[in-house]
């Protein structure tokens, strides 16, 4: 992602080199020597700081930059670096100034000083997915507080269950109390695949800690047990540790505790726990009495289940009805569109079942954003006659951006005679997030704002 902080201005015409090219060579230093007028090209004194950027024209200090064996050697002008950061201006012009002609910096991955020396030079901010953590650290070690704010913006935009730990523990790291609030809203909303993913065997065992001990995870206790054998046997691997299980257990230490195992159903904790052989025969013992004993033993292991997350309902009718007319399903699709104002995470959707008693549904859900689909399962369930919505599940909840509409299906299979909403409102203010709701052309069964199926909206916030 690229984006200009102020618009660029056309250079001049010129017969000869244009300004874009002499961008272009600066990029890749190649430091080709500008025509004997090349101010002229630039009408703006940005433009013609830009040219300077990574180029040996005029330059009065040069920058190893890397870790040994990866290093590149960076030209740079003193009085433009002081002008965009403190710590250069100290650096250079302060009372323990250096002059010194190179600096050496192993700390800083070069393409991630480039980016931070292009915002100096041109006022771009240039990031990517592959160096934007690079670079905010370059930020944050300069002090360029702007550029580590559209660093933050970025991982923000792109935060997702598959880098949220990562983040979370760079989040800490930089003390970016904003960007770590939004991991951990990931994270506790989909916890599974947050836990699953392969970015949180690379997360520090500070950080590791913080998320066993979570009490808002919305995971199944023996994913979170399986996670953290995952890490262990990564962990391992970076001590050059054998991979046994005294090894495992040994790099878990006391976080092992943190996992409540006591609260697994009992087929995971006998299938899965109890053989794996990180537990003591002792442990394993306790647990089992713990179980079935009236009188149960003392564990170090938190017995308390985790709070999980409660799912909020947005109901976007204001009445139901049944008539000779009733809705009926002969595989054809219900559907709505909706968009929310602010991040959700959607868990499933609450169906309207059988006006004339108890009846059993086959649910095939869908969620999609412009004909892409993020999420669907194919569940079953079972109404009592009322007029009460009935919830159905994705097997993960679905990460929902603001301001962007969505597509809500289902298709279903069951008794034809069924409750309808009335009355429905185009937007429902639900806690503090608004969602809007429009009729989708995938809805061939009816369904669309004003009536139909899907009353609900289940969602994590």
């Known amino acids: 992602m690229a984006a200009d902080i102020f618009p660029r201005k056309k250079p001049a015409p010129s017969s000869s080199t244009t300004a874009q090219q002499y961008h272009q060579q600066n990029l890749s230093n190649n430091n080709l020597i500008p025509a004997p007028n090349w101010q002229g090209l630039y009408p703006t004194i940005r433009e013609r700081n830009a040219v300077m950027f990574n180029n040996d024209l005029m330059a009065d200090v040069h920058f190893v930059v890397g870790p040994p064996g990866g290093t590149q050697r960076l030209p740079g002008h003193k009085y433009v670096l002081a002008v965009g950061s403190s710590v250069f201006h100290a650096m250079f012009y302060g009372e323990l100034a250096e002059d010194k002609d190179e ?36 930020a ?32 800490c790291l930089f003390e970016e109390p904003d960007l770590t609030q939004r991991c951990w809203e990931v994270i506790d909303a989909q916890a599974e695949l947050a836990l699953k993913s392969e970015g949180f065997c690379d997360i520090d065992f500070q950080t590791l800690e ?92 938190v017995s308390k289940a985790r709070k999980g997350l409660v799912p909020q309902r947005c109901h976007r009718f204001q009445s139901c009805a049944y008539r000779s007319n009733q809705w009926r399903y002969r595989g054809r699709c219900d ?26 549904y086959s649910a095939k859900i869908e969620l999609k954003r412009q004909g892409v689909v993020l999420g669907q399962n194919l569940s079953k ?13 994705f097997e993960y909840p679905v990460q929902i951006e603001p301001d962007t509409f969505y597509t809500a299906s289902v298709i279903l299979d069951g008794n034809e005679l069924s409750y309808f909403g009335q009355e429905g409102m185009t937007e429902v203010q639900c806690g503090k997030v608004t969602v809007q709701f429009q009729c989708s052309s995938d809805s061939t069964n009816g369904t669309g704002v004003q009536g139909g199926q899907i009353p609900e909206l289940i969602f994590y916030a």
């Open 381 to 393: 369930y079972f109404s009592d006659g009322s007029s009460n919505t009935f919830p159905v599940w």
């Open 103 to 138: 600096i050496r910096i192993p700390d800083v991955e070069p393409a991630a000083f480039l980016a931070m020396l292009k915002y100096i030079y041109c006022d771009e901010i240039d990031l990517a997915a592959d160096t934007v953590l690079a670079t905010l650290y370059a």
């Open 335 to 360: 559907s709505i569109q909706f968009a929310v104002d602010k991040r959700v995470f959607i868990a499933g959707f609450g169906l309207y079942g059988s006006s004339c008693g108890s009846a059993e």
């Open 140 to 171: 944050k070690k300069y002090i360029v507080p702007h550029l580590a704010r559209a660093c933050v913006n970025f991982l923000e935009t792109s935060l997702s269950a598959k880098n949220a730990c990562v983040l979370l523990s760079q989040s």
């Open 210 to 301: 913080s998320i066993l001990r979570r009490e808002t995870l919305n995971a199944k206790e023996i994913v979170v047990f399986e996670a953290a054998l995952n890490w262990a046997e990564v962990e391992c691997q970076r001590q050059d540790l054998a991979l046994s299980i005294e090894n495992k257990r040994k790099v878990l230490g006391k976080a092992l505790y943190l996992i409540r195992i006591p609260t697994m159903a009992l087929d995971d904790f006998a299938n899965g726990a109890a053989q794996s052989g990180v537990l003591t025969l002792n442990e394993t013992n306790d647990i089992f009495l713990w179980y079935t004993a009236a009188k149960k033993p003392e564990l170090q292991f």
